[in-house]
């Protein structure tokens, strides 16, 4: 079974840290895709990266970063140097390729971060 | 490109009502749509996927009697809530995939269902 496990719920920081938001994925199969999202108090989901299983390669986006190894079956996103605009809660998610499917996403219990100024 | 909208944003209907969401996918086609629900403080749950001129397949757990799904064309999906009960009142969202896509899911703004 498919499972996505964000262990931290609250996260409260003073601007300008870094923080690590930790996600682990639990799948069977070898083809997959790992996401995250940012859903700010609006509600709408804003989506910040997808990865696909066969490239573990790190990345960087401005502030942001990922850390995808599949030895852990971790997929960390980190924030460097917050802002106050980044108080929002962050969801990971994972898709797997059914065509028969169409791919639903499973989400993990999201991460509420709350930046400090 | 790449837009999804749902309407209406906010609905507050009495107990017992039904009450219908659109998600219209408004710049590119849809064969596959997806319908979440989230509770307050709460991840988004799957309710169904929603593939045009098909049935809709629930996730179990989800009553397909109470939420009934449609997706008569390639950019319109609509989720009617059937004798809405408070229980019911959440966070509905839609997501739609491009005809032809593997993996991406472009989400709608999401509907906030207050029911009294």
């Known amino acids: 079974a498919q499972k996505v496990t964000q262990a931290q719920t609250e996260i409260s920081v003073v601007e300008k840290e870094d923080v690590t938001l930790d996600c682990v994925y639990e799948?069977?199969?070898?083809?997959?895709?790992l996401f995250w999202y940012k859903q700010p108090p609006s509600g709408e989901l804003v989506f910040l990266i997808r990865?696909?299983?066969?490239?573990?390669q790190n990345e960087i986006s401005g502030r942001y970063s990922w850390n995808f190894q599949k030895s852990t079956s971790s997929f960390n996103f980190t924030i460097t140097a917050s802002q106050v605009v980044d108080s929002a809660v962050y969801f990971c998610a994972l898709s797997d390729y059914d065509y028969n499917q169409g791919g639903k996403l499973i989400f993990g219990q999201g991460t509420e971060l709350s930046v400090k100024p | 490109g790449a837009v999804v909208s749902q309407h209406p944003s906010w609905v507050i209907c009495k107990s017992g009502t039904s009450v219908k969401i659109e998600c219209r996918s408004l710049d590119f086609q849809a064969t596959t749509m997806f319908w979440y629900r989230q509770f307050p403080k709460q991840s988004l749950m799957l309710m169904a996927t929603s593939n045009e001129g098909s049935k809709a397949t629930y996730e179990q757990g989800v009553e397909k009697d109470k939420f009934l799904i449609n997706h008569a064309s390639l950019t319109l999906s609509t989720l009617t809530v059937t004798s809405a009960h408070p229980e019911d009142s959440s966070f509905y969202i839609c997501s739609a995939k491009k005809t032809g896509d593997v993996y991406e899911q472009y989400f709608g703004p999401g509907t906030r269902l207050t029911v009294t």
């Open positions: 990865r696909n299983s066969f490239d573990e």
């Open positions: 799948t069977r199969d070898t083809t997959y895709y």
